[in-house]
């Protein structure tokens, strides 16, 4: 089991950039696939990016490609997700998830079993 905590989300006007990290506990965090997601009010949880376990694939939405980067750092246990080139449309709460799928990059929500409490973005006009 794993216990995931977000941070670095708050208020920056549109063109601005915020790095999202999120900690993971235990030994094992290398052995997880993570992702990010994303809810807007009133909207579903969206697939936001992703990365395997050793960092060397990635996966992003159409909507973040070129402006979002996933990294992760298995050495601190923790992944980052690197937004640049902020838009009003990215305002939402951002998640972390790890998960034990087989696949390299899990996008689907339902292949992540551990959520962090997730992390409020929001993007001024």
């Known amino acids: 089991q794993v216990q995931l905590v977000e941070s670095g989300g708050g208020l920056v006007q549109a063109g601005g950039s915020l790095r999202l990290a999120c900690a993971a506990s235990g030994r094992t965090f290398s052995t997880y696939a993570m992702g990010w997601f994303r809810q807007a009010p009133g909207k579903e949880r969206e697939f936001v990016a992703a990365i395997s376990r050793s960092g060397s694939n990635t996966n992003y939405a159409d909507s973040v490609k070129g402006r979002f980067t996933i990294s992760r750092d298995n050495t601190k246990n923790t992944v980052y997700l690197q937004m640049n080139s902020l838009k009003p449309e990215d305002t939402a709460v951002y998640y972390c998830?790890?998960?034990?799928?087989?696949?390299?990059?899990?996008?689907?929500?339902?292949?992540?079993?551990?959520w962090g409490q997730g992390t409020q973005v929001t993007v001024s006009s």
């Open positions: 998830a790890a998960s034990k799928n087989l696949r390299s990059v899990v996008v689907a929500a339902g292949s992540y079993a551990y």
